[in-house]
């Protein structure tokens, strides 16, 4: 099984910071997504990167998946307190008879006004 | 709009007591999953179907089972609920076995008792 490993776990700052978060994995993922998930709901698809060195934007989000395509990480810029959720890699497992989705170790990210 | 819906959205059971979530999907995906999730952590797979085959993670207790009769909509049963077992509940849908990008329902929230 294919795993994958966020940083940092949790994460407190004031509104209008910037932040990284990493994904990172041994293995090589055809794809990697990411994921937001905001108290007592289920997680919401940020967006899917394919290709190894890509970069996507999603307003003040910026998404880049390693040339090798084993690690990605999430750019936030200018945080706002809405932005506050729980953020989860995820990429496709195919271990077994078909594939499945697996997820990172998650990273809590909390903004204050 | 076509929709993950889980019911019920909150859950009280009593220890032993048998209980079954519920997920249907208005979205004809042929990948339905089932994860839970404890306090802020990353969601862990139970299980998952590709159409009727079923697919059980290796680690997933025989307590817990599931059953999906048809393409729209699947069941988590709960044999003898734990108090370990008080988690978060996600079912989630992919297009297909080579798509694993996730739609999730808002979850169900077991508390037992």
């Known amino acids: 099984t294919q795993l994958l490993e966020q940083s940092p776990q949790f994460l407190s700052i004031q509104e209008g910071e910037n932040l990284t978060v990493y994904c990172n994995s041994s293995?090589?993922?055809?794809?990697l997504q990411w994921y937001r998930q905001e108290p007592g709901e289920g997680p919401v698809l940020l967006v899917t990167?394919?290709?190894?060195?890509e970069v996507k934007k999603l307003k003040r989000l910026t998404f880049q998946f390693g040339d090798a395509r084993k690690d990605s990480s999430l750019h936030i810029t200018a945080a706002q307190p809405g932005d506050t959720g729980l953020y989860l890699c995820?990429?496709?497992?195919?271990?077994?008879?078909?594939?499945?989705?697996?997820f990172g170790t998650g990273t809590l990210l909390a903004v204050q006004p | 709009d076509a929709m993950v819906i889980q019911n019920p959205r909150y859950q009280v059971t009593q220890f032993g007591k048998p209980v079954t979530l519920s997920c249907s999907q208005t979205?004809?995906?042929?990948?339905m999953y089932w994860y839970q999730q404890k306090s802020s952590q990353a969601p862990k797979l139970l299980f998952h179907?590709?159409?009727?085959?079923?697919?059980n993670e290796a680690d997933t207790p025989d307590n817990f089972q599931s059953r999906r009769p048809n393409t729209s909509f699947c069941f988590l049963d709960i044999r003898s609920p734990g108090l370990g077992d008080a988690a978060m509940y996600l079912c989630?849908?992919?297009?297909?076995?080579?798509?694993?990008?996730?739609?999730f329902g808002q979850g169900t929230r077991l508390t037992v008792v």
């Open positions: 989630a849908t992919s297009a297909d076995r080579g798509n694993t990008e996730a739609f």
């Open positions: 293995s090589v993922f055809s794809s």
């Open positions: 990167v394919v290709t190894g060195g």
């Open positions: 995820a990429g496709p497992d195919y271990g077994g008879a078909t594939n499945k989705l697996i």
């Open positions: 979205l004809n995906h042929n990948v």
């Open positions: 179907y590709y159409d009727k085959d079923f697919n």
